[in-house]
């Protein structure tokens, strides 16, 4: 494999992966902007959305009759998948704003650190959850389709070239994208995205123009659960293996890549979880996997470093 051909592979490789690491990123940074708490069980929420398709994805074809989903006709495997993607958006989603009612409302009003410590107690419960949901050791992640593992260059374009990129490569993209961009619209054009912005720019002055703070957080908290819970879905039938622990590195990277991007711009979210994916990826094929959460903290030091605000960022005077 040539230099350029093993640059191309490490694009793909990382770009793939990258999106994922975003989806989780575009929830922190909800989260932040509106009431700059940094909220620590959002990689567990991930991580549950993970059990929550599993469990369908393992249940689900014994009602048509099959072993396993990727025996079904391929309109049943459609209509599965679909029906597990907006199943696990709409419990994670609930699952959070469960979260943001119960531990994070009662807090609001307090010191910094209380809601904080809130977080990180959050994040133990739902990680021993997923430890007595599916036990210690990694799960088997059933794959939807098993045309998934088809390399796009090889098999269908048929090009002779070592880089392979797969249509579950594919799929992933296409499957973060139109998320991205949907939140984006959202958040831009509706009148509760205005409102979001609203509370996020001067919270008592969007109460005193009539906006429902506690409605606006709590959207804000189903909406970044709901994008959890897809980028869960879409990492298992990635990465074919889920445990209890993946929401903690996982959510680790989607923060770093919320703060590398600017935390608080969406924009900068997406484009610092595919900046870590494909920073991961060289390192794993030019360094040493074991290296690689040094390489790519070392990388978000050293734009802090030079741009403190992260690449999107924009300097902000604080609240009072």
Not at 156 to 166: A, Q, R
Not at 182 to 196: D, E, I, N, Q
Not at 244 to 262: H, P, S, W
């Amino acid at each position: 494999m040539t230099w350029y051909e093993t640059a191309i592979q490490i694009l793909l490789i990382g770009i793939a992966n990258g999106a994922i690491v975003a989806l989780v990123a575009l929830g922190y940074t909800l989260v932040y902007g509106i009431i700059e708490l940094i909220n620590f069980a959002h990689g567990d929420v991930f991580m549950i959305g993970s059990m929550i398709s599993l469990t369908i994805l393992t249940w689900a074809p014994s009602l048509f009759g099959a072993a396993r989903v990727s025996l079904l006709p391929d309109g049943t495997i459609v209509l599965i998948v679909v029906a597990t993607l907006l199943i696990v958006m709409v419990c994670c989603a609930l699952l959070n704003a469960a979260i943001e009612r119960l531990a994070y409302r009662p807090l609001r009003r307090a010191p910094r650190l209380a809601p904080l410590i809130s977080a990180i107690g959050v994040s133990f419960i739902l990680v021993n959850i997923g430890l007595y949901w599916r036990g210690a050791s990694q799960a088997n992640f059933p794959s939807p389709y098993r045309g998934l593992e088809i390399d796009i260059l090889r098999d269908l374009l048929h090009i002779n070239t070592p880089v392979f990129f797969k249509v579950k490569d594919l799929a992933v993209i296409l499957l973060a994208v139109p998320l991205m961009v949907g939140l984006s619209l959202f958040v831009s054009r509706t009148r509760l995205g205005k409102a979001m912005r609203a509370t996020a720019q001067d919270r008592e002055a969007a109460a005193m123009m009539g906006i429902n703070i506690n409605q606006t957080i709590a959207l804000t908290f189903l909406i970044g659960g709901a994008l959890a819970g897809a980028a869960g879905l879409i990492y298992g039938a990635y990465n074919t293996q889920v445990w209890y622990l993946q929401g903690f590195r996982n959510g680790l990277m989607a923060f770093t890549a919320a703060v590398l991007g600017g935390i608080g711009n969406l924009y900068g979210a997406f484009i610092g979880g595919l900046l870590i994916g494909i920073v991961s990826a060289g390192s794993d094929y030019l360094v040493d996997p074991r290296w690689t959460q040094a390489v790519v903290f070392g990388m978000l030091i050293l734009t802090l470093i030079f741009k403190p605000t992260g690449l999107l960022g924009e300097a902000s005077t604080e609240r009072a």
